[in-house]
């Protein structure tokens, strides 16, 4: 069976014939002489996958207990809520900023600000990764022996 396409195009008429072969439709159906060459079989190949990165860690229970903090409180409700004592602090101008070193390394210190005996805003440290955080070493002044971390 020979077959015929007609191309239209703007320049003009072109013509491409195509022949098919009977015999491999009708092998590929199934209904064939058996005459033909066979047809190469498909295979599929999975190629092994790059293991996916580890997940971030769920919220740690000090990013937890951070997540209760409440604009107004007191460094001691804060050290009350949070469990312990920071373990850093830091003043610029009239805030403090106090940083409690967080129980995975994978994520950020809690970080509270105080302006006068009030908190004025935190960081609860919840921004978690797949490696260790260079931000959960807490920046500042260690707490150790030091009167601003004991209010």
């Known amino acids: 069976?020979?077959?015929?396409?007609?191309?239209?195009?703007g320049v003009g008429l072109i013509c491409v014939g195509i022949i098919a072969a009977a015999r491999i439709v009708s092998n590929i159906n199934g209904s064939g002489s058996g005459t033909s060459e066979s047809l190469p079989q498909a295979t599929s190949s999975i190629s092994p996958s790059k293991p996916e990165p580890e997940s971030p860690p769920q919220l740690t229970?000090?990013?937890?207990?951070?997540?209760?903090?409440?604009?107004?409180?007191?460094?001691?409700q804060v050290v009350n809520l949070l469990g312990r004592s920071p373990n850093t602090v830091y003043r610029e101008a009239d805030l403090l900023s106090y940083e409690w070193q967080n129980d995975s390394s994978l994520c950020p210190s809690v970080k509270v600000q105080f302006r006068g005996s009030q908190v004025t805003g935190w960081d609860e440290g919840r921004a978690c990764g797949t490696e260790p955080s260079k931000r959960n070493q807490p920046y500042g002044e260690s707490c150790k022996n030091n009167p601003l971390c004991k209010m």
């Open 61 to 76: 229970a000090l990013s937890q207990r951070a997540a209760n903090l409440r604009s107004g409180m007191t460094h001691q």
């Open 1 to 9: 069976m020979n077959s015929r396409i007609i191309i239209y195009s």
